[in-house]
């Protein structure tokens, strides 16, 4: 991918500063040396520290007084840590954004950039189409707070703009909706947003990390994301992430007081240099991510483990790979189910037939790595309990197929309505494609596909042993050799044929088209 890289990030990678490094290269560089300063280790070291040594009460002053901080500074790793800060610095290159706060999770750092925003009496604006957990914690645990958050009916400029008073603080999106894979229009969006003086927070975990989305690009000024996701990729690690566009003016708004209002001496900031002054003064457009960890990160203490942020790293350095693979495997999956006889329907960015499919041509690198369905007859469950190589858990953007019924799980804190208003139906399975061969990923959902026997409006379940000799006939060959609802080849490791331009007879699996663009060691 040929994106735009921040000088500053340039700055931070060795030795070629003047030169504009592409998004595969900075996944392996971005935000770090040549080497370990210290140890002249090639990998990052995993500083497993809680403080660290002052070289003289001066320099511990200094480090205390944050009118001299232009970056994290080692004091103590709640705050920050030289490993959380090559991951702060590679996300913060890879979405294109000035500056980045780790958090302990993807929820922790959407409560930290939100409440950053918002004061008791405020308000967020956000669309209905979002993650049950986030639905939650904006609607019951932001109340408590004092924070109300208006619900759009959907993602339109228009139906979020009928929200927004003189209280509101934030526009809330996510760059792909979970689960109804919706795309809203960032740029208008971002328009609309600034419009009236506030930012444009961009949920981009389905983004992955600006292989797939780029709100930054797109006018957006705020990103937070799940890096449990698709940057961690092997669903071994909780955390999260915030990174800032620096682009909002906060000096120029006059929402947001607690940038533009003089801090007071009363021991509430530890730099005696900033009293007086406003955030605004000192720190310009690095304000927010300042005020981010010197405020709520420090005083929550929702940092991420220098362990934890090694183990991003490691995911970062494959990100473009792997998501190349979860996009064709995707892509192919999408196309067996939507053929299939007992699946009633299908919702994949991908397909023609999904409503966001012309936006997220327009706005994404391709269509997602996560799709939906539902059976004919409503019986889920049975698909869900019948597959073998899909686990069925509460994860998504690992390399392993995952599974799950979100009604019953992710969104049931949700009323009946509101799941309906997020686009969560009863029927509906959400699969997170991971990285297998793509045989085996449909091969598992045909067997568990043939024991349901649909009829009419009601299903039977069959078990195994009763249909051993019902296979029915393709192509006069039974169907888990023969041709399987026009994917061609045997589904017992043998697709030799072609699925939306995927080769997937284990020799051209990494070509697929995406937004015509083909994808060929490069997600583009």
């Not at 019951?140 to 927004?164: C, N």
């Not at 690198?365 to 019948?386: E, P, Q, Y």
Request: hydrophobic letters at 40%; glycine letters at 10%.
């Amino acid at each position: 991918m040929d994106y735009n890289v921040k000088p500053e990030y340039l700055a931070d990678l060795y030795p070629i500063k003047d030169r504009k490094l592409r998004f595969e290269t900075l996944m392996l560089h971005g935000g770090t040396p040549y080497k370990d300063p210290a140890t002249n280790a090639k990998a990052v070291p995993i500083y497993q520290t809680a403080s660290f040594v002052f070289d003289s009460s001066a320099q511990g002053a200094a480090l205390f007084d944050t009118s001299s901080v232009s970056g994290n500074s080692n004091i103590y790793s709640r705050i920050g840590n030289p490993t959380v800060d090559v991951f702060e610095r590679r996300v913060a290159a890879l979405e294109g954004g000035i500056a980045a706060i780790a958090a302990s999770s993807g929820q922790a750092a959407q409560f930290m950039a939100l409440t950053c925003l918002a004061n008791a009496g405020d308000n967020i604006v956000s669309s209905s189409f979002i993650y049950g957990g986030t639905h939650n914690q904006l609607k019951v645990l932001f109340a408590r707070y004092g924070i109300t958050t208006k619900f759009a009916k959907g993602d339109s400029p228009e139906a979020m703009e009928a929200l927004i008073d003189d209280k509101t603080k934030a526009l809330y999106v996510e760059s792909i909706g979970n689960p109804r894979y919706n795309v809203p229009d960032i740029p208008k969006l971002a328009e609309l947003a600034h419009r009236h003086g506030i930012p444009l927070v961009v949920d981009n975990t389905f983004g992955a990390c600006g292989t797939i989305c780029r709100p930054l690009d797109l006018g957006a000024d705020i990103i937070v994301e799940s890096a449990t996701k698709w940057i961690g990729g092997h669903g071994t690690t909780i955390g999260g992430v915030i990174v800032d566009s620096g682009r909002f003016n906060w000096g120029a708004s006059t929402k947001f007081p607690g940038f533009t209002t003089p801090i007071e001496g009363d021991g509430g900031w530890v730099g005696t240099n900033l009293v007086g002054h406003t955030f605004w003064d000192v720190f310009r457009e690095k304000s927010f991510t300042t005020k981010l960890r010197y405020d709520l990160l420090r005083d929550l203490g929702a940092c991420l483990a220098p362990q934890s942020a090694w183990l991003f790293i490691q995911g970062l350095e494959t990100l473009s790979l792997r998501v190349e693979r979860h996009l064709s495997n995707a892509m192919a999956l999408a196309k067996y189910l939507e053929a299939h006889p007992k699946v009633a329907w299908v919702s994949y960015l991908g397909l023609p037939s999904h409503e966001y499919h012309e936006t997220a041509k327009r706005l994404l690198h391709g269509f997602g790595c996560v799709l939906s369905f539902g059976v004919k007859g409503g019986r889920g469950d049975v698909v869900v309990d019948n597959l073998k190589l899909h686990s069925s858990l509460a994860n998504i953007g690992s390399v392993h197929s995952l599974v799950i019924h979100p009604a019953s799980t992710t969104h049931s804190m949700l009323k009946e309505e509101e799941r309906i208003a997020a686009g969560v139906t009863q029927d509906l399975l959400r699969v997170s494609v991971g990285t297998e061969h793509i045989d085996d990923i449909i091969e598992d959902f045909e067997i568990a596909l043939s024991l349901l026997d649909v009829e009419g409006e009601g299903v039977q379940v069959k078990t195994a042993a009763s249909i051993e000799d019902e296979s029915p006939a393709v192509n006069g060959k039974a169907a888990t050799n023969g041709t399987v609802n026009g994917v061609n080849g045997g589904l017992n490791g043998h697709l030799d044929g072609a699925v939306n331009g995927i080769a997937v007879n284990g020799k051209k699996a990494a070509g697929v088209e995406v937004n015509g663009t083909t994808v060929n060691g490069t997600v583009h």
